[in-house]
């Protein structure tokens, strides 16, 4: 196989990685290039939309899946189809729901592969009702780092597929999936939106929204005071009729904005003018899918707008009953520490969840960017704390500066993960920064 040197870095654009990566066409070019692999250990890498270190593995190497694009089967009887790991969301979208079929669940972009959503368990704005990603995959195909490929889901190699769902690409490379899609009446979304005034109105809104509709709250984190916890609420659900498509129309940051530009005085005045784009009343708007659920889909590379030091994004849960607290404890730190986070979401989680490491529980998640500078990574061990002290976690997709104790007292059943990596790896071929930084391993 050839192996070209690269230098990766995370979707935050903190951590980067000098790597040697493949890039297969054919997952037969995949299995050979286990061949070549020596005790830097390897790692899959999709589409590198992952914000924190999960995806990198430097001074070793990486396996590119994005050429491993094909759908390879479809039933519309039951809606299965199955499609080689560098396959996109955004592919799966422009082919199935012409067809009357859509995906289950998807993140906030659209452009991950599906290798990635199984390795990180995703959620999207409808987990309450449709739980997480790999709720929804019936079987994958699972390179080991042994070379054999065998085949783990929920009913085959119950253990297996548990540690690869949200297993951060440490059991071995995915090389297909079998996902189920739902069947679905149109492309259209009836999205409600109203202001919220604080976080007390915000708990009692989500609350409020049926389990099975996508809802979303944004939230102005430099708010304080009365005001803290004001946002907007979205909540959308599926139209009868269709929507216009979206203009697939993409713009892209060409530059690096300056360090400076997103300060607390510009995040505020862009705070204030998002707040106000919702008349006080509220509005009612029919969107296609694509527009409501990938808002930031429509400027590529909107990373470079944190500047080339980049930022982190912290995105914990909470439990339901915690929810109150921790939330305000939260918001108060960030909005005292006026570190500018003008993303700041928030939204409600059910139980729903497929892997030892998977991120959801029941109860709600707060997720807000902060531009890399100094004092940004005190705060985020601050933040760790707080989420630690009322019984939260934080996910591993997004994460760039957890603590390795931190994460051992979040993820319960990091024991029968472990137990599988031994069984399946025991020399660790399969590695990552993540992983070394957690030491996700343990200690042996
Ligand atoms: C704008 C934006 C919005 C987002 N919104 C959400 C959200 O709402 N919910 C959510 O859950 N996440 C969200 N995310 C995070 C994103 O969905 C996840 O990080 C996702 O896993 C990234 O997939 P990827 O293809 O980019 O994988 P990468 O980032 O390249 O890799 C992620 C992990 O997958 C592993 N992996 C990739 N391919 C394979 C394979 N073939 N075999 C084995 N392991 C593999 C990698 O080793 C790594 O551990 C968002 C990200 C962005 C940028």
Redesign the pocket.
């Known amino acids: 196989m050839r192996w070209k040197a690269l230098n990766l870095q995370s ?1 935050g654009r903190t951590c980067s990685d000098s790597c040697l990566a493949t890039r297969p066409e054919r997952v037969s070019e995949a299995i050979s290039s286990l061949a070549d692999v020596d005790a830097s250990g390897l ?8 914000y924190g270190d ?2 990198l593995n430097p001074g070793g190497r990486v396996l590119l ?1 994005q050429r491993l694009n094909r759908l390879l089967a479809f039933d519309p009887e039951t809606g299965e189809v199955v499609a080689e ?1 560098g396959v996109t969301i955004a592919d799966l979208l422009r082919v199935f729901p012409p067809r009357g079929y859509t995906i289950p669940v998807s ?3 659209a452009f ?2 599906l ?3 199984v ?2 368990d ?3 704005k409808n987990h309450e009702g449709a739980g997480s990603f790999c709720n929804h995959v019936r079987w994958l195909d699972l390179l080991l780092p042994s070379g054999e490929i065998v085949r783990a889901g929920p009913d085959q190699r119950p253990a297996l597929f548990q540690a690869t769902a949200g297993g ?2 440490l059991t071995g ?2 090389l297909a999936v079998c996902l189920r899609l739902v069947k679905t009446q149109s492309n259209g979304m009836r999205v409600d939106e109203r202001r919220i005034a604080d976080l007390d109105g915000f708990l009692a809104a989500l609350e409020e929204a049926e389990p099975g509709a996508h809802s979303v709250g944004w939230i102005d984190a430099l708010s304080g005071g009365r005001a803290l916890g004001r946002g907007i609420l979205q909540v959308g659900r599926v139209a009868a009729e269709p929507a216009p498509p979206p203009s697939g129309r993409t713009r892209s940051l060409p530059i690096d904005l300056p360090g400076f530009a997103l300060n607390p005085l510009t995040v505020a005045a862009f705070n204030a003018l998002y707040w106000r784009r919702v008349p006080v009343g509220g509005r009612q708007r029919l969107l296609a899918y694509e527009t409501f659920s990938y808002p ?1 889909d429509a400027l590529l590379q909107w990373n470079r707008l944190y500047g080339r030091r980049g930022f982190h994004q912290f995105q914990c849960v909470v439990p339901t009953a915690e929810g109150p607290t921790a939330l305000r404890r939260l918001l108060e730190e960030a909005s005292r520490a006026r570190a500018a986070s003008f993303l700041a979401v928030l939204k409600r989680l059910g139980d729903g969840r497929a892997g030892f490491l998977s991120f959801p529980r029941a109860g709600y998640t707060l997720a807000m960017d902060f531009p890399h500078r100094s004092g940004t990574l005190a705060l985020l061990g601050r933040l760790e704390w707080i989420v630690r002290d009322h019984g939260g976690r934080l996910y591993l ?1 997004k994460d760039s500066a957890m603590s390795p104790e931190g994460f051992a007292e979040m993820y319960p059943e990091l024991d029968p993960f472990r137990a599988v990596l031994a069984e399946v790896d025991p020399n660790g071929r399969m590695t ?1 920064a993540l992983a070394r930084r957690l030491k996700l391993r343990g200690t042996a």
Do not use: C, K, M, R
Not at 43 to 50: D, E, I, K, V, Y
């Open positions: 979707w790692l899959a890498h999709g589409a590198g939309t992952s999960v995806g899946t790991p993140p906030g972009t991950v592969t290798g990635g959503a390795a990180n995703v959620h999207g951060v690409g490379v995915i930031l997709a990552s």
